[in-house]
């Protein structure tokens, strides 16, 4: 089986009378793989090319922005536990394009996450990835758990 069928598509649709632009919302199931990564990207990806997003916000920001949150979830969410799986949540409209990302772990405090910019921290191997997706969206938000994560990009 590859790995693009072990992605589940569960819900795709296409608002009636919509028209060019029009709402469109899926969701999709990703398996604790980080192998499985580039093909759910691929997918959102294409699902979102509604003519909302810019083709370089499209093929650069989503693309880029979505493989950080699916890799963070499986490796520091459900720890690369196979029984676990990451859930997405795209809804593409005519203003914005939502991506809600959640995983089955513990989650985490993201206020707690140092700043990489700061001098103490530019030789740290870990913890840009909050401040790369701050820069490649418009909006960055956790649930109060901190195992869910909202991107919002906007029309533009």
């Not at 029009?22 to 398996?31: E, F, H, I, M, R």
């Not at 990207?41 to 093929?59: F, I, K, Q």
């Not at 995983?103 to 990835?129: C, H, I, K, M, Y």
Request: glycine share 10%.
């Amino acid at each position: 089986m590859t790995a693009q069928l072990q992605i589940v598509v569960h819900r795709p649709v296409r608002v009636e009378g919509a028209g060019e632009g029009g709402d469109v919302a899926v969701s999709l199931s990703v398996p604790s793989d980080l192998g499985l990564v580039g093909d759910a990207v691929e997918l959102v990806a294409r699902y979102c090319d509604t003519g909302v997003l810019s083709p370089r916000r499209l093929r650069f920001n989503l693309r880029t922005a979505l493989a950080e949150v699916l890799a963070n979830a499986i490796v520091y969410g459900n720890r690369h536990d196979p029984t676990k799986l990451v859930r997405v949540e795209i809804s593409c409209g005519r203003e914005a394009v939502r991506i809600d990302v959640a995983d089955d772990g513990v989650g985490f405090d993201p206020s707690g996450v140092p700043d990489p910019t700061q001098a103490e921290n530019l030789e740290r191997e870990t913890g840009r990835g909050l401040f790369v997706l701050r820069h490649l969206v418009d909006q960055v938000e956790f649930n109060q758990r901190g195992n869910r994560v909202c991107l919002v990009l906007r029309a533009g």
